[in-house]
């Protein structure tokens, strides 16, 4: 049950700058497997409001903030093949 969560006592600040990032993603294994566990919770309600690739990611970022695990988004990163 997640009506009383966390992720409600997130304010806009925080939600522009520590939950809109996306992939790849850099975290312990342990927070990771945490969040999983509430996105695949939480994709399923989601999906009624939002559909697809970005019902995906509302999923993921209320799952990190149900946890209270918010990201720190990196911008010097360089990923070649």
Do not use: C
């Amino acid at each position: 049950n997640h009506t009383d969560s966390p992720a409600f006592n997130v304010t806009t600040e925080e939600q522009l700058h520590n939950y809109p990032g996306g992939p790849p993603y850099l975290a312990t294994g342990k927070d990771m497997w945490a969040i999983v566990r509430a996105w695949t919770e939480l994709v399923p309600s989601v999906r009624h409001v939002q559909d697809g690739i970005m019902g995906e990611m509302y999923g993921w970022v209320l799952g990190a903030a149900h946890l209270g695990l918010p990201h720190t988004l990196a911008e010097s990163f360089m990923i070649s093949a």
